[in-house]
């Protein structure tokens, strides 16, 4: 998702895509509605979102995709260390201060008592969460490899990425290109067989499943990019986000998901890069474009110890599905609300608190 941790710092002297900010929002509350979806409809097929994880295959191309716009023609000028210290700087706040809220909401969840059965973990679930080390502990809750903050796992494999582009990817050229994303694509449609599905990744059963999702979509982003697949258009972000939102909707099928998935993937996301990169949004519509580009990494890192809570909550009283809808709309908009504070109160500020300290470093050694 992604770059759902792209920060408008990175393309400050550049061309700014807002209709592919504004996507990574849209992108990012899908994900938030799936994840209430399927506890209070567990039944995929019952699940009018329930190819919403699909979501994270999208900011991973996105992510690629603004990875090599960024970073093509001046990372050898600025070298790997800098490169490394600026996606520090990007990703890691968030993911310490919602590793922060993961262990608080696993601790006060006022419906669960899980957290006493692995209280002389929580130290090194807890160090493991801040460091990106995959630690799947709790079975109860589907050995997810971050437990206090379950969307971290996309993280993990954004950083794999990351360092992949820098020290190989930079250097390889538009046809090993191709020949890369060709290996990644029929990788892709592998494991959507071997799964059933493109939902892995997030647990100690699923892990490698991540890799493959991120080999291809990454690679293809960078694909988009360097090729110029930029497809000039007058769409706009309301038809735009339509069609982001057409993919994750599509119709749950257990029998075909392993081809329908992967065309997701392997056509349309790459296509929609294509067209999101080509469109611009009209004046109101480009302040609701930033807006969602910003709260769209807060809120894919925030809102999952919530889900917990939600989790708890219906296992113990067991609500309606009209309740727990009420609760799916009601809670998605708060933690919208939520992610925007977290924003401007937390993650921003320690994010120019650590540039200001990096351009003094560097200041300090130019001079």
Request: with cysteine; net charge positive; hydrophobic share 55%.
């Amino acid at each position: 998702m992604n770059d759902h941790t792209q920060a408008a710092s990175l393309l400050n002297t550049k061309q700014h895509y807002e209709i592919l900010d504004g996507l990574r929002g849209v992108a990012a509350i899908a994900v938030v509605i799936f994840h209430f979806m399927e506890i209070a409809i567990p039944d995929y097929n019952d699940n009018f979102i329930a190819h919403a994880y699909l979501a994270v295959d999208f900011f991973f191309c996105l992510s690629g995709f603004v990875i090599a716009y960024a970073y093509d023609k001046k990372l050898a000028n600025i070298g790997f260390a800098k490169f490394f210290k600026q996606r520090l700087i990007r990703l890691q706040p968030l993911v310490i201060i919602c590793s922060i809220w993961g262990l608080i909401a696993f601790i006060v969840d006022p419906f669960s008592n899980l957290w006493v059965k692995y209280a002389d973990k929580l130290g090194i679930a807890f160090a493991a969460s801040c460091l990106m080390i995959p630690y799947p502990l709790v079975p109860e809750r589907y050995f997810n490899i971050f437990h206090l903050n379950p969307p971290s796992w996309s993280l993990f494999w954004e950083y794999v990425a990351s360092i992949v582009y820098a020290v190989v990817l930079i250097r390889v050229g538009k046809k090993a290109l191709w020949a890369l994303v060709a290996v990644g694509a029929m990788a892709l449609v592998y494991e959507a067989h071997h799964a059933t599905n493109l939902g892995v990744g997030w647990s100690g059963d699923n892990f490698w499943g991540g890799g493959i999702r991120v080999f291809f979509s990454f690679l293809a982003g960078i694909l988009v990019y360097r090729s110029g697949y930029i497809i000039r258009n007058k769409l706009g972000f309301l038809i735009t986000s339509g069609l982001l939102l057409l993919t994750l909707v599509v119709p749950f099928s257990t029998t075909y998901n392993w081809i329908i998935e992967p065309t997701i993937v392997i056509v349309c996301f790459p296509l929609l890069i294509a067209i999101g990169a080509g469109a611009a949004p009209g004046p109101r519509a480009q302040r609701l474009c930033e807006l969602s580009g910003n709260i769209s990494y807060p809120l894919y890192m925030i809102h999952y110890p919530f889900i917990w809570i939600f989790m708890s909550y219906v296992e113990t009283h067991k609500p309606t599905l009209l309740l727990m809808s009420i609760i799916t709309v009601v809670g998605t908009l708060l933690l919208i609300g939520l992610s925007y504070l977290v924003l401007v109160f937390m993650d921003m500020p320690v994010r120019m608190f650590l540039k200001n300290k990096l351009a003094g470093s560097s200041s300090t050694v130019s001079g």
